[in-house]
């Protein structure tokens, strides 16, 4: 099955620990994003990359970073540095980047919990 | 990319069509109106897009105003499945492959169904 697979869906760490969230796309798209959800809000943009070895930051970069070294991967690392790390992360991929179309695929999402 | 305006929640009956407004009264000429839901605790769905013209597929309609300050996504025959929150996004296209920054999403709309 195609798709945007990410793991684990439930994370919990202990504070000022970093932590690595996975996200896997077998779709051939060749954007792919980070976002994160707070309960009872929409989704804020962290990080995006276009292709392989480049990505930009969003609205929310700071104490997060990533990396793209394969076209299918782009695992999202929260850092000691994120001052409210708690929240539920969505990974997305869509097919070109800038296209009229645009249609982003979601993944299942994980939920972090830093105790 | 332009704000946009939802109501923060809507009911509707089961089998009856579900209609969600959404104003965009500062929309440019270059910009889709996109559509996502997201079901409780998933990753949001792309529902359906649009630039001028009224747009249906499998899942929805999409009605835009003819000075397209305005949008309605229809569901024709609401189903308890469909109970989740719409997103309503206003995105410039770059046909040139740039702009592959994420898409902004705000609080939606929370669709309730009710049986």
């Known amino acids: 099955d195609g798709g945007i697979t990410q793991s684990p869906k439930y994370l919990f760490r202990k504070e000022g620990q970093n932590v690595t969230l996975s996200c896997e796309q077998n779709l051939n798209h060749d954007a792919m994003y980070w976002y994160r959800q707070d309960p009872g809000q929409g989704l804020r943009l962290i990080y995006y990359?276009?292709?392989?070895?480049?990505?930009q930051k969003g609205d929310i970069a700071e104490g997060y970073s990533v990396s793209r070294e394969k076209k299918e991967s782009f695992p999202l690392t929260v850092t000691s540095a994120q001052k409210n790390p708690t929240a539920f992360y969505l990974c997305a991929s869509s097919l070109i980047p800038g296209s009229y179309y645009n249609e982003q695929f979601f993944g299942p999402g994980t939920r972090l919990t830093v105790l | 990319d332009a704000k946009t305006t939802q109501p923060t929640s809507m009911d509707c009956a089961e089998g009856r069509a579900a209609n969600l407004p959404c104003n965009h009264s500062t929309i440019s000429g270059n910009e889709y109106v996109y559509w996502y839901r997201q079901i409780h605790s998933q990753g949001p769905q792309y529902i359906i897009h649009g630039l001028k013209n009224n747009e249906t597929n499998e899942m929805a309609s999409l009605i835009i105003t003819e000075d397209r300050k305005s949008s309605t996504l229809i569901l024709p025959h609401a189903t308890l499945r469909d109970t989740a929150v719409y997103y309503c996004i206003v995105r410039a296209v770059m046909y040139s492959g740039g702009g592959a920054d994420g898409l902004t999403f705000g609080k939606g709309t929370h669709l309730i169904i009710q049986p």
């Open positions: 990359s276009q292709i392989v070895n480049d990505f």
